[in-house]
T-cell receptor
Framework: DAKTTQPTSMDCAEGRAANLPCNHSTISGNEYVYWYRQIHSQGPQYIIHGLKNNETNEMASLIITEDRKSSTLILPHATLRDTAVYYCIVRVANNAGNMLTFGGGTRLMVKP | DTGVSQDPRHKITKRGQNVTFRCDPISEHNRLYWYRQTLGQGPEFLTYFQNEAQLEKSRLLSDRFSAERPKGSFSTLEIQRTEQGDSAMYLC?????????????FGQGTRLTVV
């Protein structure tokens, strides 16, 4: 699976959009971009994933650049409960398994 | 279904003792995964099952570690002769067999402290 690069930490004001970047310049054509987050003392929580099109669900939006070498996770109206470590992961989605390779992630601090 | 359940949530054990953790996945999920997470790091893959078959094991899974999923439902992870370096959060996750892009659901984890 391709490696990803994320900023170590970011701050965001409550109510504002949080934009979390991820670089994955070595991504292959059959690799998806996944985002998970981990709130303190809890297991990781799936947020969203995409292949090449932008995706949106009730939690967030995922914007993938046309060359697929980077992506941005957008939390449109961050709340204090969004404070967590956010992991960007790229992986092949097939029958070989769902093993996720977590990097260090971005520690997002939402401030009042 | 309440999601992936892990038991116990916390375990303190003396070095050299054996410990066993249990994971109950989401009922219709045929894949089950174990991860380990040390303080300040992201989770690291240990092993996974497709139904009752253990299909892959990480190099992190030393001989002291053994995982089972006897009936393709719940799973256990046993650590024999625990060492202080085994202190970590042990996470279980489950998913469906995917055709294209599906997510894994994680439990709350079991935090092991070896003293």
């Amino acid at each position: 699976d391709a490696k990803t690069t994320q900023p170590t930490s970011m701050d965001c004001a409550e109510g504002r959009a949080a934009n979390l970047p991820c670089n994955h310049s070595t991504i292959s054509g059959n690799e998806y971009v996944y985002w998970y987050r981990q709130i303190h003392s809890q297991g990781p929580q799936y947020i969203i994933h995409g292949l090449k099109n932008n995706e949106t669900n009730e939690m967030a939006s995922l914007i993938i650049t046309e060359d697929r070498k980077s992506s941005t996770l957008i939390l449109p109206h961050a709340t204090l409960r969004d404070t967590a470590v956010y992991y960007c992961i790229v992986r092949v989605a097939n029958n070989a398994g769902n093993m996720l390779t977590f990097g260090g992630g971005t520690r997002l601090m939402v401030k009042p | 279904d309440t999601g992936v359940s892990q038991d116990p949530r916390h375990k303190i054990t003396k070095r050299g003792q054996n410990v066993t953790f249990r994971c109950d996945p989401i009922s219709e999920h045929n894949r089950l995964y174990w991860y380990r997470q040390t303080l300040g790091q992201g989770p690291e893959f240990l092993t996974y099952f497709q139904n009752e078959a253990q299909l892959e094991k990480s190099r992190l899974l030393s001989d002291r570690f053994s995982a089972e999923r006897p009936k393709g439902s719940f799973s256990t992870l046993e650590i024999q002769r625990t060492e202080q370096g085994d202190s970590a959060m042990y996470l279980c996750a489950s998913s469906l067999t995917e055709m294209e892009g599906t997510e894994a659901f994680f439990g709350q984890g079991t935090r092991l402290t070896v003293v």
